[in-house]
């Protein structure tokens, strides 16, 4: 999806520092949505129009008591 140009750069900016992203192009977090253990995998990359990113989102099977 498209993101409108004056949110697009503060949501990647967030997502960049939730991924531990600096110099580097990939990152990854993880966080519990509707007691859902969810992990995110980041990549970026640079391109004439802007920085492109992807979420590859996946759920952590829960752990037994």
Do not use: C, Q, Y
Request: aromatic share 4%; net charge neutral.
């Amino acid at each position: 999806a498209r993101l409108p140009e004056n949110v697009r750069e503060a949501f990647i900016s967030g997502i960049r520092v939730l991924a531990g992203m600096d110099a580097i192009n990939t990152g990854s977090f993880k966080m519990t949505i509707g007691g859902k253990h969810i992990d995110f995998r980041v990549t970026s990359i640079k391109t004439t129009h802007g920085e492109k990113m992807v979420l590859e989102l996946s759920e952590e099977p829960l752990t037994p008591p």
